[in-house]
């Protein structure tokens, strides 16, 4: 591969540990990784290194190299940004950096093993320079910006994501895909956006349910006969989800309000299947 080639390397969710980062990919001697998130992880150091190990093999044994070789093998030098947008960290900082050695139970001067993530601030507003460079990044900053506004100003989240739509066509602002792809758009937006907000509605629903059908003992029983019903039922599939989606055991359990405990015990499961 030529040094101004571009290798996709994204990781397919099938093939590791049920993990997908968002992007990576290899350009000029980099191994680059990048993700978005709207909820701060601070974990991210741990999972890119993870990912790195994962893109390593791959790009080892697509070229058949040779670990024992008395030669030193060349390798990409690993670039890791998360690109966020969520509300409850940064909100005056417009980037910072999250390092694997924070991790560490006993810290370490000079730690052997290190992972530097480096987090990037793009709210509305944030980075102005590198939005300059980028008037997609920019036109979807001030998409997610007049939705939280709208919501701001008393409107339901279906009706806030409308508006903001409506706004950006009006700017020219993502024209091509909120006009060719506004469905999708509209479905995704409804239901990532506020995912905390949804996954809380969620349990709350079920919780009511619960305590309709008289089942304050199903919850022990369901978890060892797998026939939960009402509130523990629904806390188990929102838990589930967030799995997939890599949230965190500590985040899900806060979350959904379970101890976290329980759902360290169901990401166990999930993890052996």
Known sequence: MERTDLEVTTLDNAIYMRMKNDVSFLIDGY????????????????????????????YIDSRELDLYSSVLLKIP????????????????????ILRLSDAYERPEEEPALECIVRVININYG????????????FEY??????????????????????EAV?????????????????????????YEYDEKKHLRNTYEEGRQEGR???????????LRTGAMKGRQKKSYESARNMYRRGFPVRDTAEILEEKE?????WYKKWEKR
């Open 261 to 265: 405990e329980t759902v360290a015990a």
């Open 31 to 58: 191994m680059s990784l990048y993700e978005h998130q709207s909820t701060f992880n601070p974990n991210m150091p741990l999972r890119d290194c993870l990912y790195l190990l994962e893109l390593y093999q791959n």
């Open 126 to 137: 944030k980075n102005r320079q590198m939005m300059e460079k980028c008037p997609k990044l």
């Open 212 to 222: 309709r059908e008289g089942r304050q003992e199903g919850r022990r029983e369901g």
């Open 166 to 190: 409506k706004d950006c066509l009006a700017r020219g602002y993502l024209t091509e895909l909120l006009t060719n792809y506004r469905r999708e758009v509209m479905g995704m937006l409804l």
């Open 77 to 96: 030098a690993p670039r890791l940004v998360v690109f966020y947008n969520g509300q409850e960290k940064m909100r005056d900082e417009e980037e910072c």
């Open 141 to 162: 900053a001030y998409l997610v910006a007049k939705i939280r506004e709208n919501q701001a100003a008393g409107k339901t989240l279906e009706g806030a994501i409308g």
